[in-house]
């Protein structure tokens, strides 16, 4: 794992902009989750989500139990900004994917639409990746500036989807 670069400059990451794009990033995927889930919960709770909708549901919170796991104590963060004293994590499912928990909510979210159909829920869904794919541009962007070997494992893993993305 590497550590922060001695030589880092201040980033977006401390900047009142970043910061601030960052929170809406993050208020945005909650909200989105939120709809999502609140479209799919009379079906899952209703017994009348089909097969194919609880086993997204299942991989879903298998792969985010699986990169919580996988992360350190204190260094998992819903804002984009890297912590301070962060390690680059690049065991588990972070050897395949950069943006594991990214693609555990994008299961997550598509085990909703699957379970209740209909556009509004394809509407969520597509605005939920379109803000984790900028959420993890801007992450990327300021996990370069603070992990040495950010490069490096960038080039050598996907974003969400291993053979992919």
């Given at each position: 794992m590497a550590g922060p670069r001695p030589d880092a400059a201040p980033t977006a990451a401390t900047d009142a902009r970043g910061r601030g794009i960052g929170h809406v990033l993050v208020a945005l995927q909650l909200?989105?989750?939120?709809?999502?889930?609140?479209?799919?919960?009379?079906?899952?709770?209703?017994?009348?989500?089909?097969?194919?909708?609880?086993?997204?549901?299942?991989?879903?919170?298998?792969?985010?139990?699986?990169?919580?796991g996988s992360n350190r104590p204190g260094n998992f963060n819903i804002h984009p900004a890297p912590k301070a004293g962060g390690q680059l994590v690049q065991q588990g499912p972070y050897r395949w994917m950069r943006h594991p928990m990214y693609s555990a909510v994008l299961l997550g979210g598509a085990?909703?639409?699957?379970?209740?159909?209909?556009?509004?829920?394809?509407?969520?869904?597509?605005?939920?990746?379109?803000v984790l794919g900028a959420k993890a541009g801007l992450e990327e962007r300021w996990l370069m500036v603070h992990h040495a070997g950010y490069a490096a494992y960038r080039a050598r893993t996907a974003r969400f989807l291993p053979g992919v993305y």
């Open positions: 909200s989105l989750i939120a709809a999502l889930a609140w479209l799919a919960a009379p079906d899952f709770l209703g017994g009348r989500a089909g097969i194919f909708a609880w086993a997204l549901a299942a991989a879903a919170v298998g792969l985010g139990a699986w990169a919580l085990a909703c639409v699957a379970a209740v159909g209909g556009w509004p829920g394809w509407v969520c869904l597509v605005a939920l990746a379109a």
